[in-house]
């Protein structure tokens, strides 16, 4: 078993993304600690790291799995609205970096796993404040791997594809990425929670252990593509090409 007897701690557990990780860790000898809903606040975060120091004297892997898309305009998004993305989706990241990390530090060992988007990269033009926040988070990992790195504690970035229904949940007028979603990813698959689950996997045990500040991009070759169908373009008639 690749996680026999280690304590993970994963947040927002009550989701489909938490469930489908649980129930894959819990496959592999998994100790598992759960937050229903995902803890944001320092107060929240402190709290559940002190739980689960008190109930198992460690923590070993936590998976950050704080994932919610606030629909904006950057026009119309109030200072409320923008404060909140980022203190779900990033915020909260810090917190537990501090916090768990400040643990794993003494310990000597630990590892963060944080589920995030290929939207830390790409914007998407419904969600600004999301991609803001993924994109913040992905060099809050970086920092993270030169504080903690020394102390053998690993932090890496799972970034889901498009999954179904996420044509609808990040459709915008300003941007056609999302259009043909399954005809514009090269294997026409949409990212699936199994696949995030084994991803997470793959960071949280010990099978690759130099994997520190990385990141597995789930999104079937989505974000190579231009166009929703191969385009095969004939030469002109008179073309002198291949003469």
Do not use: W
């Not at 998994?30 to 229903?36: D, F, I, K, R, T």
């Amino acid at each position: 078993m690749k996680l026999k007897d280690k304590v993970v701690l994963i947040t927002d557990g009550a989701s489909a993304v938490g469930q489908a990780i649980a129930e894959c860790f819990k496959a592999e000898g998994a100790v598992l600690a759960m937050n229903e809903r995902p803890p944001v606040s320092k107060k929240e975060v402190d709290a559940a790291v002190a739980s689960v120091l008190e109930k198992y004297g460690r923590i070993d892997v936590v998976i950050h799995n704080n994932n919610e898309v606030i629909r904006a305009d950057l026009e119309d998004c109030s200072d409320e609205l923008f404060d909140r993305a980022l203190e779900i989706n990033l915020k909260s990241a810090f917190h537990f970096a501090r916090a768990a990390g400040a643990f794993m530090k003494q310990a000597g060992k630990g590892n963060f796993v944080f589920i995030s988007s290929i939207h830390d990269e790409k914007p998407n033009g419904a969600a600004f404040t999301y991609s803001i926040a993924k994109g913040a988070l992905k060099m809050l990992v970086k920092e993270m791997v030169l504080d903690l790195g020394p102390f053998n504690v690993r932090a890496n970035i799972v970034n889901m594809g498009p999954m179904e229904g996420h044509d609808k949940l990040f459709y915008s007028d300003l941007s056609p990425l999302y259009e043909h979603t399954r005809e514009r990813t090269v294997n026409a698959r949409y990212c699936t929670l199994e696949d995030v689950a084994n991803a997470a996997l793959f960071f949280a045990a010990d099978d690759c252990a130099s994997a520190n500040g990385s990141e597995l991009k789930l999104d079937g070759g989505f974000l190579l593509t231009y166009y929703a169908r191969k385009r095969i373009v004939p030469p002109p008639e008179n073309s002198s090409v291949g003469r």
